[in-house]
């Protein structure tokens, strides 16, 4: 996680329920700056990817009510048939 390129799904979800960012947090090993950004942000071009292939990308995702509303209308749409 140290060593990573941090991108996560949301950056205010990420950073109230993923230990695996705020413990190394709370140890004073990264702050939240370490998050480079967020998924839309990386889909928009808005925050940069990868620059090496030596790099190590850590991605996190705790999960959207937009994830899951997405999921619920894929299931609604398929009971319609």
Do not use: W
């Not at 979800?13 to 370490?34: R, S, T, Y």
């Not at 998924?39 to 959207?64: D, I, P």
Request: proline share 1%; hydrophobic share 40%; net charge negative.
């Amino acid at each position: 996680m140290v060593n990573s390129r941090c991108y996560v799904d949301s950056r205010i979800n990420v950073l109230n329920e993923a230990g695996e960012l705020l413990i190394p947090i709370e140890e004073g090993l990264i702050n939240k700056d370490h998050v480079l950004g967020e998924l839309a942000e990386l889909c928009a071009e808005k925050a940069s990817g990868r620059e090496t292939t030596e790099e190590v990308t850590f991605f996190k995702s705790v999960g959207t009510a937009l994830s899951d509303l997405s999921a619920a209308h894929l299931v609604y749409q398929l009971l319609q048939y």
